[in-house]
């Protein structure tokens, strides 16, 4: 339950910053995108939090929760966990390549006049990164209300 919450946060700001990305560039190509980091410095770094948190890197909520699942899995399920992490190093070479490839590389000339995160974008994406950073430094402060609604989901389909 907490790599859903870690992932949706994640997942969620990815896509809220995609489409902030393609409304200034116009465009969904990652061919046609490059060099956004110097128009969009604020925008490129919560991308980078968002593809870090996704990626697991320690202190962030997506390292907590694949910590926890793997290391939960691993005695029970040893290939499958082997095949889930060999998958995630897949994953975040695909993260870190359209991240390169957006935001880095040359500056276009098209992208000039693109315009960095607005106040009503920070006012969602700050507190996005917030929860990320609360999950993966305290996990211990959600984990008891996931536990209690697990439980009672459980008791309730066992007839309890």
């Not at 061919?31 to 948190?53: D, E, M, N, S, Y």
């Not at 390549?97 to 006012?123: I, N």
Request: hydrophobic fraction near 55%; charged fraction near 10%.
């Amino acid at each position: 339950m907490l790599l859903l919450v870690a992932r949706g946060l994640s997942t969620a700001m990815l896509m809220l910053l995609s489409g902030a990305v393609e409304e200034r560039t116009r465009t969904r190509s990652i061919k046609a995108l490059g060099g956004l980091a110097a128009q969009l410095p604020r925008l490129a770094g919560f991308w980078f939090f968002a593809v870090l948190t996704l990626m697991g890197i320690p202190l962030l909520a997506g390292f907590v929760a694949e910590f926890l699942l793997f290391t939960g899995s691993f005695p029970a399920h040893r290939i499958a966990t082997v095949l889930v992490l060999a998958t995630l190093v897949i994953n975040t070479g695909g993260l870190l390549w359209v991240a390169h490839r957006v935001f880095f590389g040359p500056v276009k000339d098209t992208f000039a006049r693109a315009k960095d995160a607005t106040a009503l974008e920070l006012s969602y994406l700050i507190p996005m990164v917030g929860a990320g950073l609360f999950v993966g430094l305290r996990p211990g402060a959600l984990t008891p209300v996931i536990t209690n609604g697990i439980l009672q989901i459980t008791t309730r389909l066992s007839g309890g």
